[in-house]
């Protein structure tokens, strides 16, 4: 395939690579190399001046190809594929060796250092000798979005996405939008009217004429890819066609059933938060027996923060055990209150101030250890309370017991039971909760690993309002980026079948992390739809047959590389 | 054992005069200020936590309210100005009310009325039996001064006083050390072994030591002044006890003065000083113990300051006026004061503190020795944390 016109450019990075390894001697080994037409050492070369120099010699030396050793790929590779493709050569024709971390960041012996700095940087070199030319096409993008979930968050990111012009199809499983904030009368700690929020998020979304209330209805199906989703409904034949998908499918509340600690199914007094707000919805206060209760105890974690069930904490729950407390206080102006908790977790805006406040009014604050919850049983007869809550209160070192007539459970919220189908229905993936995880949880937290799919809410984590409020907002503002332009890049390292070597045996569909691989009834064999294609290679290390090829990452290239790693010293 | 909680306990405390229960949140600054508190003996963040949550029962197992000595420190370092100091304070009341089995501590503390009703009362029979025997025989009482003194005993026969005096003591001391004898059971029913009874007799030292000198007072910050104060109180109890319960044919003499003279003086200043200095600093409000006196806080120094006064009195009118009427009458004003005052005072208010506390330390250190001496014999086998098996640094 010569003659081949190789460039290399070693970086010094400043100091960074230079004090550790020996530039020079690097750029000197490899301009021994047959093929390599020059080999220069540059203080930056991401600067301007540094990509100035390479362009100059692709357009002066007729370099078809360029070897830049430097820092991680991760950082710069962006970079020099533009210097390439702004002199002229198709961006893939570039090769990075990484000897700043991989390097002179992580050695000290400058010889050795300096060794393997040449070993890298040959690597390349066999490597780009193989690279061809890559394409990347665009696709053009549908500007209607879908909404899945029609709960705080999904009602909130249609109306921001609607507010830009845009459609939405708002898809909500139950006969009603609203979610789990229905039924809880006033959020905490500055106590504002739940209802009317979600009469005024309802409102608007139902006046809305961008937005389509699909209520009652569940996807069956989806296909297709970021721009260009078909979702299947599974009530009837309708299809839609979407350019981006926001799963907001919320959370359910734990069953407290499954604690025999908590008493819950076993004792008529013992309620759950659900439950509870569905008492103060009436406001009427009652034990079994119809009376008001006079010893009230609320028991906080339960099913969180816990190795029986889940580990993680529920976030709410705290500060809703202190509006319960108030709840209580303004009814029963005689009553006993109790909190179990194990930590309190007031954070956030005045939260610590309704705590300090709910303490005031006359509540009891029992701390148990995490690892040692409370339990609930049945008094033994004769008490004047029918339950008893038996703990460890930490304050104290003492084995307490709390008479009791009504115990709230204050129960954890959990993944929905079919967040793994959900999960599946659009490539993303869920943590070991069953949460849906972002792309990253400090730089992307709205989108997730498949582009075109957006998560918001509690269904990525339990959260409260005004959390789910400001993610739906993020998300949709993710969205709008993303339709507006009309059209997306698609990447274009990609698997590819042969599809003449191709047995039809679908291992790769089985193993495709992002559901990129179709298979074709007609012809029996497997195709990759490339704008899904990450290029991760999974499919392609597991086809049995070996007809797949991820492009960029081709048998070929891999093995000249490992070629030049081990290739002798050449002085 | 599990403790049931009783929501109704922190209520109890309030109508004994307790602020507020609700600000402490625990944070134990309290605590590592106290320069009383030392292993195995931590407060009073605990007490008041157990105040809080209603472990009422629980409390009266604890000694830790009778070694606070109301110096204030912590109430000053309190992040949440949750007053600890105060609730140990109310907590000794608590403790008073729950160690009483006739229950009129607790009528004294919750209420001004029957404290006051029982005074008067008490006042009313005591002027009474001096009054109505009189009135019965008349003729009896001499009129006319002695040379160098009053024929006191032709108005109150010493035999007639000794004999008041004799069953005053015995009620006294029934009432007194039955509520005692509950506190120990309390207190050492907690450990839940078995107690040697020669502890009984090695820790009586301790017992007599804190009680003429309630010493652990010293050992708070800058309280030396406060705590000689309580010191003259003691001796002056001691020795006017003495002089009342023994010698009261030499103190109750018709004519001269003799050998009681010197020691019933200083006795009297000793008393009458330091109940006006204590008057003076629940006036002036101004030592943090002081912030937060409750009517029964007044009485007793009050109280305590009207018999030194009419005692002297009494003394002057006798001696050096040599006026029988006037000596007579001031003799039943004292009379009526003092007997009503060691009624109530000493099994059910104020005046008990000082027994309860030399008996808490004498209790706390049997328990914790005859925890060791249990732990010696079955290592481990009781569960018991080695710091509460900490006898007290005395
Ligand atoms: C008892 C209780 C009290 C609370 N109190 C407070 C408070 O005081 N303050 C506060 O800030 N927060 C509070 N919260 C939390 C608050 O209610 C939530 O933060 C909020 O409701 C979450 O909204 P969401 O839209 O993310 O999820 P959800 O409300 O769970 O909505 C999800 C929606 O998606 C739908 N859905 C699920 N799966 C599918 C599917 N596969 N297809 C179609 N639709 C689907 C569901 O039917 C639901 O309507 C409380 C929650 C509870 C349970
Ligand atoms: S928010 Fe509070 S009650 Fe809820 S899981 Fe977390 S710590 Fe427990
Ligand atoms: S390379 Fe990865 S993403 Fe692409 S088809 Fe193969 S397995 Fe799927
Ligand atoms: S694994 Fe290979 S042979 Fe099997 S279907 Fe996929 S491409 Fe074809
Ligand atoms: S009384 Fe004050 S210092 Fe002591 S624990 Fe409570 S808040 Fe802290
Ligand atoms: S008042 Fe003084 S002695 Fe009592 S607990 Fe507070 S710091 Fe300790």
């Known amino acids: 395939m010569n003659p081949q016109r190789i460039g290399v450019y070693v970086c010094w990075c400043g100091s960074n690579i230079a004090k550790i390894v020996d530039v020079e001697k690097v750029a000197r080994v490899m301009a021994r190399i047959p093929g390599v037409e020059v080999s220069r050492e540059y203080k930056y070369m991401c600067s301007d001046p540094g990509q100035e120099l390479i362009m100059k010699d692709i357009k002066e030396l007729g370099l078809d190809r360029v070897v830049v050793a430097s820092c991680s790929p991760r950082m710069h590779e962006p970079t020099f594929r533009k210097t390439l493709k702004l002199a002229g050569l198709n961006p893939y024709m570039l090769e990075m060796a990484n000897i700043r971390e991989h390097v002179s960041w992580v050695h000290e012996n400058q010889e050795l250092a300096t060794a393997k700095a040449i070993n890298l940087t040959r690597a390349a070199v066999h490597r780009v000798m193989v690279h061809a030319p890559l394409v990347q096409h665009e696709v053009p993008v549908n500007r209607a979005t879908m909404v899945l979930g029609g709960g705080i968050t999904g009602m909130t990111a249609a109306l921001r996405i609607a507010g830009q012009g845009r459609k939405v199809y708002l898809v909500e499983r139950s006969d009603e939008l609203g979610g789990r904030a229905i039924g809880v009368g006033r959020a905490g700690p500055h106590m504002n009217s739940v209802a009317a929020l979600l009469d005024n998020l309802t409102t608007r979304v139902n006046d809305s004429a961008y937005i389509d209330v699909l209520t009652g209805t569940v996807v069956g199906e989806v296909s297709g890819f970021v721009g260009n989703f078909l979702v299947r409904l599974a009530n009837g034949t309708r299809e839609l066609t979407v350019g981006a998908i926001v799963v907001a499918t919320g959370t359910q509340p734990f069953d407290a059933k499954k604690l025999h600690r908590s008493g819950y199914g076993r004792f008529p007094n013992v309620v759950t938060s659900t439950q509870f707000e569905e008492m103060a919805a009436s406001g009427r206060f009652t034990t079994e027996s119809g009376k008001a209760p006079r010893r009230v105890a609320i028991i906080h974690c339960v099913g969180s923060r816990d190795s029986e069930t889940h580990s993680y904490c529920s976030r709410t729950c705290c500060m809703d055990a202190l509006r319960f407390s108030n709840i209580l206080r303004d009814a029963l102006p005689d009553a006993a209150i109790y909190q179990a908790y194990s930590d309190m977790r007031a954070f956030g805006r005045d939260a610590e101030e309704f705590y300090a406040r709910t303490a005031e009014r006359d509540v009891t604050f029992l701390l148990f250890d995490k690892l040692l919850p409370p339990t609930v049983s049945e008094a033994p007869a004769g008490d004047p309370y029918p339950l008893l809550v038996t703990m460890d209160e930490i304050a104290t070192g003492i084995a307490i017991e709390v008479p009791a007539d009504l115990v709230v459970l204050m129960v954890a919220r959990e993944a929905c039971s079919d967040a793994k189908d959900v999960a599946k229905l659009v490539s ?20 997730t690993t498949t582009d075109g799919i957006y998560i918001a809410g509690s269904c990525q984590g339990p959260k409260d309002i005004p959390d789910c409020m400001s993610q739906a907002g993020a998300t949709a503002a993710r969205v709008l980026a993303a339709i507006t332009m009309g059209k997306v890049k698609v990447p274009a390292t990609t698997a590819t079948v042969n599809e003449d070597l191709c047995v039809g045996c679908q291992t790769c569909i089985s193993v495709c992390p992002y559901g990129a691989v179709i298979y074709l009834d007609k012809h029996r064999v497997s195709r990759v739809e490339e704008v899904i294609c990450k290029g991760c290679g999974t499919c392609a290390a597991a086809c049995p047959a070996g007809t797949i090829s991820p492009r960029h990452f081709t048998d070929n290239q891999v093995l000249q590389q490992l070629e030049g790693l081990l290739a002798a010293e050449e002085g | 054992m599990s403790r049931r909680l009783d929501p109704t306990l922190p209520a109890r405390l309030r109508e004994m005069g307790l602020m507020d229960n609700s600000k402490c949140f625990n944070c134990g600054h309290c605590t590592a200020v106290c320069q009383l508190t030392e292993e195995g003996f931590a407060y009073p963040r605990q007490d008041i936590r157990m105040l809080q949550m209603g472990l009422g029962d629980a409390l009266t197992e604890r000694v830790e309210p009778w070694l606070c ?6 109430t000053k370092s309190c992040p949440r100005d949750a007053n600890p100091a105060e609730q140990m304070m109310a907590l000794r009341r608590y403790l008073t009310a729950a160690y009483d ?32 025997p009189h009135l019965l025989h008349p003729g009896q009482i001499q009129w006319e001064p002695l040379d160098g003194g009053v024929a006191v005993s032709s108005f109150a026969a010493v035999s007639w006083v000794h004999l008041g005096d004799m069953v005053m003591l015995g009620l006294l001391s029934f009432l007194l050390l039955s509520n005692i004898f509950r506190m ?18 090695s820790e009586a030292w301790h017992l007599v030591t804190h009680f003429a000198t309630q010493r652990r007072f010293g050992k708070c910050n800058d309280k030396e002044a406060y705590w000689v104060v309580h010191l003259m109180l003691m001796s002056g109890y001691a020795i006017m006890f003495l002089l009342v319960i023994v010698f009261l044919s030499s103190l109750q003499t018709d ?24 008057l003076r600093g629940r006036w002036q409000k101004s030592a943090e113990v002081n912030r937060y006196s409750t009517f029964s806080d007044w009485l007793f120094p009050a109280l305590l300051f009207a018999t030194s006064l009419t005692g002297i009195l009494m003394h002057i009118f006798r001696y050096y006026l040599t006026w029988p009427a006037g000596t007579y009458v001031m003799y039943v004003i004292h009379m009526a004061i003092v007997v009503p005052m060691l009624m ?37 086998s009781l569960g018991v944390p080695p710091a509460v098996s900490n006898a007290l640094e005395v």
């Not at chain 1, 993936?429 to 989108?447: M, Q, R, T, Y």
């Not at chain 2, 027994?355 to 732990?375: D, G, H, T, V, W």
């Open chain 2, 184 to 201: 120990g059971r309390r207190i050492l029913g907690a450990a839940r072994v078995p107690i040697p009874i020669t502890l009984y007799l």
């Open chain 2, 69 to 74: 000595y109301y110096c204030g420190d912590c």
């Open chain 1, 428 to 447: 993303i993936s869920v943590d070991k909760d069953g949460f849906f995880i972002e792309k990253h949880p400090k730089l992307d937290p709205a989108a």
């Open chain 2, 101 to 132: 089995w006739t229950g009129l501590a607790w009528k004294f503390y919750t209420s001004k009325a029957w404290e006051i009703g029982v005074l008067l009362g008490l006042a009313l029979i005591v002027v009474g039996l001096f009054v109505v």
């Open chain 2, 255 to 278: 004519v001269g003065l003799n050998w009681t003279t010197l020691p019933g003086y200083f006795a009297t200043f000793a008393l009458l000083y330091a109940s006006a200095y204590f």
């Open chain 2, 344 to 380: 109530v005072e000493v099994p059910f208010s104020k005046w008990s503190h000082l027994a309860y506390r030399p008996f808490a330390i004498y209790f706390a250190n049997i328990r914790s020795k005859a925890l060791q001496a249990a732990q010696k014999t079955q290592p481990g």
